[in-house]
Antibody, heavy 118, light 108 residues
Framework: QLQLQESGPGLVKPSETLSLTCTVS??????????WGWIRQSPGKGLEWIGT???????QYNPSLKSRITLSVDTSKNQFSLKLSSATAADTAVFYC??????????WGQGSLVTVSS | DIQMTQSPSTLSASVGDRVTITCRAS??????LAWYQQKPGKAPKLLIF???SLQSGVPSRFSGSGSGTEFTLTISSLQPDDFAVYYC??????????FGQGTKVEIK
């Protein structure tokens, strides 16, 4: 059974880099035909796609965040990661990792709340 | 970017009601549309993909229809477990994926 689990600091200072890792179990990132994505949800708000990474490391980023995002994959640990630089209070959100299946997201992690505050 | 607009923003209904939520795309997305259900404090759950295909394990009271720019999610007989927020998502643009703003289905 596929499971995704986000991990990382719950508190980040303004101007610092927000970093999260998603650990995948029940599927192999390196052998899977699926892609892997990040979505965030600001408090009381809707869903915003952040970016997607393919098993070969190819990435696609939300244009509104592109200058600040870096996605990477570690196939040896079956993990993929998100870095969001120059964080501000507006980046406070629940961050979800998800399996990106032909355009839609068919399995999600439970979510990780990250607060940007001094 | 393709913009997705859902209506209504909030819907009040009773158990047993037939409920319909609409999602409109700012341009033609064919049938590249998914629907999700989100309950408080939980991750979204995929209900429907390709506008009308039911995800495995999702009750048959959920159905989707539409193509082009207008789509609907219908719950044929609302159950207590269905009170949640519902989101549509387009994936026609295979480089930027966007969600609607959500529709909250609440108890009348």
């Amino acid at each position: 059974q596929l499971q995704l689990q986000e991990s990382g600091p719950g508190l980040v200072k303004p101007s610092e880099t927000l970093s999260l890792t998603c650990t995948v179990s029940g599927d192999s990132i390196s052998r899977s035909s699926y892609h892997w994505g990040w979505i965030r949800q600001s408090p009381g708000k809707g869903l915003e796609w952040i970016g997607t990474i393919y098993r070969d490391g190819t990435t696609q980023y939300n244009p509104s965040l592109k200058s600040r995002i870096t996605l990477s994959v570690d196939t040896s640990k079956n993990q993929f990661s998100l870095k969001l630089s120059s964080a501000t209070a507006a980046d406070t959100a629940v961050f979800y990792c998800a399996r990106h299946s032909g355009g839609y997201f068919d399995s999600w992690g439970q979510g990780s709340l990250v607060t940007v505050s001094s | 970017d393709i913009q997705m607009t859902q209506s209504p923003s909030t819907l009040s209904a009773s158990v047993g009601d037939r409920v319909t939520i609409t999602c409109r795309a700012s341009q033609n997305i064919n049938t590249w549309l998914a629907w999700y259900q989100q309950k408080p404090g939980k991750a979204p759950k995929l209900l429907i993909f390709k506008a009308s295909s039911l995800q495995s394990g999702v009750p048959s009271r959920f159905s989707g229809s539409g193509s082009g720019t207008e789509f609907t999610l219908t719950i044929s007989s609302l159950q207590p477990d269905d009170f949640a927020v519902y989101y549509c998502q387009q994936y026609e643009s295979y480089s930027t994926w966007t969600f609607g703003q959500g529709t909250k289905v609440e108890i009348k």
